[in-house]
């Protein structure tokens, strides 16, 4: 009997039988209604397993006692609970193994509790990494939601940026436009003074030449008017032409300083503006350079050409009232000088075009056409109309295909061959008084310019393309009979 006591003693079954009190006390309200019927179950369990080993430690101690001894305390406090329909089921096994049993069911709730323990930490920290990822998911989606935000800035401004530049692009090329117009404005006011201040010049020189014919009519009426003889015995002797020269006689010097200065102009101006004109439609400057040279030549043909059967209509018309004291060579010459402006310079660029078209030495663009340089040509053509009216008319000098060249005519070009011995082609040509060279002329020179030129010469005529057509309308000089006779 004491050694069963002791066991039970050792066994603890009363503090295991508190702690799980206790333990389903705290957890009553969490868990389910199952698990506390459970838990009660396993407490009654434990509660008959402990009463069982009393009866047991009971039924040893009545022995010990004798058969009368404990008569009275079990009939005073056993048999009135045994009378409360309490019974006790039998146990099946051992004490001893009911004993491990116990032990076995604390170890495994103490087992079950701190893997719940560590179940619960684990899922206290699974939420709480949870929660930050949570955390750093929204923080992302912000940041995304930020981004596509700037994005849209970014189209905005940039949509706006290019609608910017686009009307900054059209308002240029309106400006542009407008200079443009602007500049052409200025351009043909500019050609208006430069009438104007021709115009003024030929009244300048007509009012100096009218001053000095009053002089010598009035010297003349002086000397007539005197009774010395001496005028009328000389009279004869001295031709009346030398007495009363005429306009263009005065200022035959003049017009020829200027005019020689208007050739080295036409070189130095318009002649690199039209090359730079017809450079943006033709890469080989050659070609360029051989065009400029034939429309100079041809507008010098024309230009005199035009000069002959201008004089010749005006011989015509004041041969018949003819009476002045100079002669009607020099009434001619003279009325031309005085009326430069009749001169149908749109008929000879027309010429000079016809005849550049079917040049076989030049090709062109058949998109364009050489109407391009059409005031380049005109200048030429009232330089050239000018120049025959002198006492000493001016020419160009002769050029040919692979002549010999001449200092005395022309300059070398930059990209020459200095040694070459021929003109491989011109440039510029020279400007001759007579026998002279006025100005000279500018000249390539290479080897084997003489088979350049042959091989030239040899290439088929260019036919006029059908933008080539000329759509002038040819404004001829007036007719002889209505030139006016205050103008004579």
């Known amino acids: 009997m004491a050694d069963s006591l002791k066991r039970l003693v050792n066994t603890s079954s009363f503090s295991v039988l508190q702690d799980k009190l206790e333990s389903w006390y705290k957890d009553y309200h969490v868990i389910s209604c199952d698990q506390n019927l459970n838990r009660c179950c396993e407490l009654v369990e434990l509660t008959s397993k402990i009463q069982g080993q009393l009866f047991t430690i009971l039924n040893f101690t009545a022995r010990e006692g004798g058969h009368y001894a404990g008569v009275d305390v079990l009939k005073s406090r056993l048999l009135p609970w045994l009378g409360t329909c309490f019974s006790m089921a039998t146990s099946s096994v051992t004490n001893d193994t009911s004993l491990n049993l116990i032990q076995e069911s604390v170890e495994k709730e103490r087992k079950i509790r701190e893997l719940s323990a560590s179940h619960e930490n684990d899922m206290q920290k699974m939420e709480t990494q949870l929660c930050s990822t949570h955390l750093q998911l929204d923080s992302v989606k912000q940041e995304l939601a930020d981004a596509h935000l700037q994005l849209d800035n970014t189209k905005n401004m ?122 943006r439609y033709i890469d080989d400057l050659e070609m360029v350079q051989r065009i400029i040279f034939i429309a100079t030549v041809e507008a010098f043909q024309a230009a005199k050409l035009a000069y002959r059967q201008f004089k010749l209509r005006v011989k015509k018309t004041l041969s018949p009232s003819h009476l002045g004291p100079e002669s009607l060579e020099d009434s001619v010459v003279d009325y031309i000088v005085r009326n430069l402006d009749l001169y149908d310079v749109q008929a000879s660029v027309n010429d000079v075009i016809n005849a550049m078209n079917v040049n076989p030495r030049i090709s062109f663009p058949p998109e364009v056409d050489f109407v391009l340089i059409n005031s380049f040509i005109r200048e030429t053509c009232r330089v050239a109309f000018a120049m025959q009216t002198l006492d000493s008319p001016l020419d160009l000098a002769f050029t040919s295909g692979g002549e010999l060249y001449s200092d005395n005519k022309y300059r070398r070009s930059y990209d020459s061959e200095f040694t070459a011995p021929l003109v491989a082609y011109h440039v510029w040509p020279a400007l001759v008084e007579g026998d002279g060279v006025i100005v000279k002329g500018e000249a390539v020179t290479r080897r084997g310019a003489l088979w350049r030129s042959r091989s030239r010469s040899c290439s088929p005529v260019r036919s006029g393309s059908p933008t080539r057509t000329l759509g002038f309308s040819r404004s001829r000089s007036p007719s002889p009979g209505r030139l006016s006779a205050s103008r004579l």
């Open 158 to 279: 940039s949509a706006t940026t290019l609608l910017a530049t686009e009307d900054e692009i059209l308002q240029l090329k309106a400006e542009l436009r407008a200079s443009r117009d602007q500049v052409e404005t200025y351009k043909r006011k500019l050609d208006v003074l430069d009438d104007y201040e021709r115009q003024v010049r030929l009244l300048r020189d007509e009012v100096s030449f009218l001053t000095a014919e009053k002089s010598m009519l009035q010297e003349r009426l002086v000397r007539s008017c005197s009774p010395s003889p001496l005028p009328r015995q000389s009279r004869p002797s001295s031709p009346l032409k030398s007495e009363s020269p005429t306009r263009a006689q005065l200022t035959n010097s003049s017009r020829h300083a200027r005019l020689v200065s208007r050739f080295s102009d036409l070189y130095a101006v318009e002649r690199l503006e039209a090359q730079s004109l017809l450079r």
